[in-house]
């Protein structure tokens, strides 16, 4: 079994619709968990940035935290076709350790 | 600000052969860390240079080796290549060690072995 582990889609849904991507871990110590973005032949960028459980909101993106559940979900609101790209999670038990990423899930955004 | 850069873009080799990849971290940045992403395989984890010094390394052979230069750049090499390690290789910078969270990335070199 992966420590994350993540679908890798695609995921092909309508604009405007609300997005959500997931990811499950099997590591307790995590407590650092990020999102990065990656478009077709880019460099994954860093979308959202949590530490432990809860919510972060920015824009049209919120990021949830469910460390009783070891689930953690991106939210995307009223998606755009620029959306369209692959979502990484990345997570580590501490910032001195490295990350360790899901697969990534693709994402279409249909105009 | 610049950002993370890699050279050179795309690099075609031989069986056998051997390649060298290279990275410019962001200005002020002191942590390298190299991935491999093969299609459909997510971000495998290569290295991670600190100071010049090698952190950790990822579940890779030994013909997987690299550096860190006294001004933060980095060199990855990869000997003896095998066709299955065509892929896209990303370097990655951070700020410092105890911040390798927020990791920037280079838009990455696209390795194929023939």
């Known amino acids: 079994q992966k420590e994350v582990e993540q679908d890798p889609g695609p995921l092909s849904v309508p604009e405007g619709a609300i997005v959500s991507l997931n990811c499950t871990y099997s590591?307790?110590?995590?407590?650092?968990f990020m999102w990065y973005r990656q478009y077709s032949r880019k460099g994954p960028e860093l979308l959202m940035y949590?530490?432990s459980s809860g919510n972060k909101e920015d824009g049209r993106f919120t990021a949830q935290v469910d460390k009783s559940s070891k689930y953690i979900s991106l939210f995307i609101r009223d998606s755009q076709p620029s959306d369209s790209a692959t979502y990484l999670c990345?997570?580590?038990?501490?910032?001195?350790?490295?990350?360790?990423w899901g697969a990534g899930t693709k994402l279409i955004i249909k105009p | 600000e610049a950002g993370v850069t890699q050279s050179p873009t795309h690099l075609i080799k031989t069986r056998g052969q051997q390649a060298t990849l290279r990275c410019s971290p962001i200005?002020?940045?002191?942590?390298v860390y190299w991935y491999q992403q093969a299609l459909g395989l997510g971000l495998q984890f290569l290295l991670w240079?600190?100071?010049?010094?090698?952190?950790n390394r990822g579940n890779f052979p030994p013909r997987f080796s690299g550096r860190q230069f006294p001004n933060y750049s980095s060199e990855l090499n990869v000997n003896a290549l095998e066709l299955e390690d065509s892929a896209l290789y990303l370097c990655?910078?951070?700020?410092?060690?105890?911040?390798?969270?927020?990791?920037?990335f280079g838009p990455g070199t696209r390795l194929t072995v023939l």
């Open positions: 990655a910078s951070s700020p410092w060690a105890a911040g390798n969270n927020e990791q920037f």
């Open positions: 200005s002020g940045h002191t942590s």
């Open positions: 240079y600190d100071e010049g010094e090698e952190r």
């Open positions: 590591n307790s110590a995590f407590q650092y």
């Open positions: 949590t530490y």
């Open positions: 990345a997570m580590s038990a501490d910032s001195n350790y490295q990350l360790i």
